[in-house]
């Protein structure tokens, strides 16, 4: 079927229309539900509020003592984001724009590392740690999600950079710049469409990475916001509408993270398609 006829486009955002409002319900009720009652709720979890009631909020942030849970995950996303883009940027930039001996074989093992299931390391990573006693460490998390991305981000970037011309270096060599001069003024701002989608993507995934924050993790004071929702889970189990405030407080982050990169994702995703 041709892509530009009528009647593709309407399969098309059909399917798309389909998917998305399959993907936004469960969010919109979870959202509405959060500022019921558990009365109101129990009668009907598919209604509106009569009233809004904000202090369920409040409650789920006291009861679940998310002000720790958040302040440990923002801090382990952000170090962890940070390094990962640092590292992966220098990477892609390297293998993209110089050529030498081992490019291939070392672009090769970025790839091998993304056919890799995760969790298969989950038991050798923690015998690594316990060994360097950093069990129970804000570096457990750190270090294993900044090595799980870095073969993504170079993947990505790496494409992006390889299609700018030779021209952007040489105008730079020619004004008396270095490679890291270079890099970071010329071709890293540049790269900013790409690097939107690699940073929205480790954000989500460190934000709500559970398993090795359970088996790294062990202290509370230590412990990440999916932890601290499962643990709020236990004790107020019978109590769904804090539960869904808990986890509308959990998605906050996420949608504002997204919504200021957007306009620069939507750039990225679409800057392949009107080259050439």
């Keep these: 079927m041709n892509k530009k006829t009528p009647l593709f486009k309407v399969m098309a955002y059909t399917f798309l229309s389909l998917f998305a409002i399959m993907n936004i319900i469960p969010i919109f009720w979870m959202i509405v539900n959060s500022f019921k009652e558990e009365q109101e709720y129990a009668a009907n979890p598919f209604s509106f509020p009569t ?3 904000f202090s369920n909020y409040t409650k789920a942030w006291e009861i679940a003592n998310m002000n720790i849970y958040f302040l ?7 170090v962890s984001l940070i390094v990962t883009v640092l590292l992966g940027s220098l990477a892609a930039y390297f293998l993209a724009r110089f050529t030498f001996k081992l490019r291939g074989f070392t672009y090769a093992l970025f790839l091998l590392g993304m056919l890799v299931p995760i969790h298969a390391t989950l038991i050798p990573i923690f015998l690594i740690m316990q060994k360097l006693s950093l069990i129970d460490t804000y570096f457990s998390l750190i270090l294993p999600y900044t090595a799980f991305h870095l073969s993504l981000t170079v993947f990505i970037l790496e494409g992006f950079m390889r299609g700018f011309p030779k021209d952007l270096e040489e105008s730079g060599i020619m004004d008396g710049a270095g490679v890291f001069r270079i890099f970071w003024s010329i071709i890293l701002p540049i790269t900013r469409p790409a690097m939107a989608t690699v940073v929205i993507l480790n ?3 460190n934000w709500n990475e559970y398993l ?3 088996v790294l993790i062990t202290s509370n004071s230590l412990k990440t916001l999916p932890l601290g929702l499962a643990n709020f889970v236990g004790v107020e189990t019978a109590s769904y509408t804090l539960q869904m405030s808990a986890l509308t407080i959990a998605l906050v982050p996420i949608l504002i993270f997204y919504l200021l990169l957007q ?4 750039t990225g995703m679409t800057a392949g398609a009107v080259k050439g």
């Design 51 to 53: 009233t809004l009631h």
């Design 72 to 78: 440990n995950s923002l801090l382990i996303t952000f």
């Design 203 to 205: 954000f989500i995934y």
């Design 212 to 214: 090795f924050a359970l």
């Design 263 to 266: 306009k620069q994702l939507v």
